[in-house]
Nanobody, 123 residues
Framework: QVLLVESGGGLVQAGDSLRLSCAAS????????RAWFRQAPGKEREFVAA????????FYADSAKGRFTISRDNAKNMVYLQMNSLKPEDTAVYYC????????????????WGQGTQVTVSS
């Protein structure tokens, strides 16, 4: 059984940093692209960042560029999202996802999802 579990969310102030973690189990994910999405209340789920299986390729939504960094540790089946200079508009539930193959930004192309972790940024 494949399981993705996010952690690291919380309540922070604008300008603070958070690091989200996503632990995967049930199979080896080294050949899987991993990604982070987020969903704010009343809004659709949106892409944040993705990383290739090897970790050699990353790409970001415009809203995340320069502030967020996605990374992975295949030995631990982990993926991380370092979020700096957080803004109130970053408030959302953050989800990690995985798919076999290349990195893409469409949520429908991801097969495995975590349950989400809440990030709240106060002004």
């Amino acid at each position: 059984q494949v399981l993705l579990v996010e952690s690291g969310g919380g309540l922070v102030q604008a300008g603070d940093s958070l690091r989200l973690s996503c632990a995967a189990s049930g199979r080896t994910f080294s050949s899987y692209a991993r990604a982070w999405f987020r969903q704010a209340p009343g809004k659709e789920r949106e892409f944040v960042a993705a990383i290739s299986g090897s970790g050699g390729s990353t790409f970001y939504a415009d809203s995340a560029k320069g502030r967020f960094t996605i990374s992975r540790d295949n030995a631990k089946n982990m993926v991380y999202l370092q979020m700096n200079s957080l803004k109130p508009e970053d408030t959302a539930v953050y989800y990690c996802a995985a798919r076999k193959g290349t990195t893409v930004s469409k949520s429908n192309d991801y097969n495995y999802w975590g349950q989400g972790t809440q990030v709240t940024v106060s002004s």
